[in-house]
């Protein structure tokens, strides 16, 4: 193999930037509960760096990137479901269209630090599956053309020490010409141990499996024989780790981390998604989030839970509670950080929201 040379070795850490805790992004904003219409007002775009009011809220807008410097001038988060701030938000990962991901300091003055040349067999399989360490600041992992589940630390001061090969899959599916699949609706459980993924090899066969991070092996594997496919057949863990989901058909299975197939939940309209959970006083739960066009009254909206294993359904924001038949163009994201004053993210009480991707 060629030796790996990195681009971001020129931009690599010296040290922790002088970052506290992060700030409370809810602190200060009004709690809207009705169903009234609130039409955007027109903003002018403030100046990169500046910040405007949010005529409607109240809130405080700031613009991070100068986009007039890239070739299709845009740098935006990879996706909606896909975190841009690292663990303890110091810094901001972007992507430009046409170049490539890039590197920001992830507080004002929000410096621009450089582009990560992650191209070649070291490229991601989709630019949306690179995901922050949920802990260590200065990690991200993905899976690569090469068919390796990729970690780049940023602190990290040679090859060796930036580049880690987590797990090399040709030793499951040999070298041929497949990608290494993640869903990009997904991420890996929320304390980064559990992941999905798939692939379609040459000779057409497709295979999916889940891989444990901190035993470095893979828990179970199943091939996808021809005939009816699920709409997406790469599992997708949910938060807690204990559960992964696979479409098959008009059904979702509900699979366990030893692969037995636990529960199956009619789910005849695949549409956007986001894994997340639900903290009450009562229960702790994962939760699969969708819009629903075409379901039946009253699991029609544009938010509808699926509680996961049991398949309960809860609407949040549908018909039956007051709103409109749901719009078209609704993302959904339930990917949020929790930073306690120990600094390990969880979902305690005494924590502060670090991002939180709202419908768009």
Known sequence: MKPIVFAIVGIILAGPPAFGQPSDLLSGVPIVNDLTNYPATFVARPE???????????VTIRRITDARGFARRAVVPMYTGTQPWNADESLLLLYAPGQGHQLYFGQPPYSYLGQLNLTGEWAPTDLENIHWDVDDPYIFRYPAYNKRLVEINLAGKTPAEILRIRHDFTDLYGTSNYKLLMEPHTRPSWDDRYWGFG?????????????DLEQNAVLWQYRIPTGPQANYNVPMVMPSGEYFIVWWAADMLVLDRQGRVVNVIADPEY????????????????????HAFDLPYPTRGS????????????????????FPYPKSGIHHSSIAYHITEGGRNDLSPDGKWVYLDADS
């Open 48 to 58: 990169p760096g500046e910040t405007v009011t949010d005529p409607q809220f109240g």
């Open 199 to 211: 692939c379609a090899q040459e000779d057409g066969n497709k295979w999916i499996f889940a891989y």
């Open 271 to 290: 549409s956007h998604l986001a894994l997340g959970r639900v903290v009450t006083p009562t229960i702790t739960a994962d939760f699969y989030w969708k």
């Open 303 to 322: 938010l509808i839970g699926y509680w996961i294993p049991y398949g309960y359904k809860y609407t949040s924001v549908g018909e039956n509670r007051g």
